[in-house]
Nanobody, 124 residues
Framework: QVQLVESGGGLVQTGGSLRLSCAASGRTFSTYAMGWFRQAPGKEREFVAA????????AYADSVKGRFTISRDNAKNTVYLQMNSLKPEDTAVYYC?????????????????WGQGTQVTVSS
């Protein structure tokens, strides 16, 4: 069993930056693909970014390409989401997710473990 705990959310102005962290328990973290998803009020959960077990593979939603960067530190069992040039439409609860498959996936149905979420609010 893997437990995921997100942190780093908050309130930021348009154009600002935040870095989300997701700390994972369990010895098998380094073998999992990891992803970030978000859900705004009244909307479905959507894919944001993912990274494969070997770090070399990443994927991003078109809406965040060039602004967000996903990374991981397997020695610290942590995955990060650096968010720059934030926009009001980025406002959502951000969820960290782990996939026992090693490779990048953009589908939330393929992820096995989920964190509790962290709120990101971007003011205009």
């Amino acid at each position: 069993q893997v437990q995921l705990v997100e942190s780093g959310g908050g309130l930021v102005q348009t154009g600002g930056s935040l870095r989300l962290s997701c700390a994972a328990s369990g010895r098998t973290f380094s073998t999992y693909a990891m992803g970030w998803f978000r859900q705004a009020p009244g909307k479905e959960r959507e894919f944001v970014a993912a990274i494969g077990w070997n770090v070399r593979s990443t994927a991003y939603a078109d809406s965040v390409k060039g602004r967000f960067t996903i990374s991981r530190d397997n020695a610290k069992n942590t995955v990060y989401l650096q968010m720059n040039s934030l926009k009001p439409e980025d406002t959502a609860v951000y969820y960290c997710a782990g996939d026992r498959d090693r490779y990048v996936s953009t589908l939330h149905s393929e992820y096995d473990y989920w964190g509790q979420g962290t709120q990101v609010t971007v003011s205009s």
